[in-house]
């Protein structure tokens, strides 16, 4: 690439055209016209020069100090979760060639949810997804019996929750490889769900985050924003006049609109990227997290995130994690909330540089407190 850039640069010398930081000026203005193509494709092709150098650090991390003792080459950034064999045959290797995943499924599970997780799993296999089982009660033999079990990735940590394995296993790095990641909850039911489907519907709308609609009949609905519409194939927002948070036309955040719960997130590459940023290492239950993954959007929440409605699951609402404890459960989950706001408000006050990308929806919060205070005086 270096040498074709010292091509143009004779080139342009030779044409007595000059180069003046960067910008380049023709000695003849009857050349004009011409000077125009030759900008734009000087221009093209810095463009990809930039984005191919990007594209080879992207994912190597912020400090890369300590890799200057490498040859820039020899660095593998990307990774994935696929098994890898020991030793390879040509057959094999055709094998693995063509079972080569591009979507992921990770689930925390415990034995007791064992047939509804090989339901799930069953659903996803046929579509090529890497499987990974975070195994929360320690107990990985049991599920030695099913076909799949084999290739799948089993990691172990008692009493973990789902975000605690998220944050430790599928850094961005490690993952970089799949084009989607799908984060849920073992107590899903997936009998009205097709992951073949429901990808297509994502990528057609570029939804970044999205989730699949939760069935009416489901047990412990929080939002009304996940409920499935029966006569739609998607949603971004909820209309809804009742309760002290109404979801009107000028409503531009969570949870009437640019909102996903957290049982069954599903993240594309790049929004990923920044939810595990999101995840606090040490607030395991990720409560309040959902409030801020339009930040990972990747653009405007209230377009790239959404809620897929012909795709939907039954949420069971099955409290498995923890077992007799579920009270003290919930009274630390309600802890992390508060910690997670007050951190997120800290760091905006900290950071002077960051400026809110959604501005209009914090100043139309602002005026409905302002209306809301006057009303009371």
Known sequence: MQSRWSWIQKWLLKKQYFLFDGIVCGAKMKQLPFMGVVCTVMLFIIYRTTNYQHQQTEYIGEDTTGLNSLPRGIIEA???????PLWTTSSSKS??????SSNLLAMPVGIKQKQNVDTIVQKFLPENFTIILFHYDGNVNGWSDLEW?????????????KWWFAKRFLHPAVVSIYDYIFLWDED??????HPGRYLEIVKSEGLEISQPALDPNSTGIHHRITVRK???????RVYDYRGSTKCLDDSEGPSCTGFVEGMAPVFSKSAWQCAWHLIQNDLVHGWGMDIKLGYCAQGDPTKKVGVVDSEYVLHQSIQTLGGPSATKIRRQSTIELQKFKERWERAVDEDKKWVDPFPLTRKRKLRRNNKRNFSKV
């Open 149 to 161: 079990s084999r290739e799948a990735v089993h990691i172990v940590a008692h009493n973990q929750t």
């Open 95 to 100: 094998q693995i060639n063509v079972r080569s």
């Open 78 to 84: 990307k990774s994935d979760l696929d098994l890898k």
């Open 230 to 236: 029966r006569t739609k194939i998607f949603h971004r």
């Open 188 to 193: 899903l039911g997936v009998n009205n769900f």
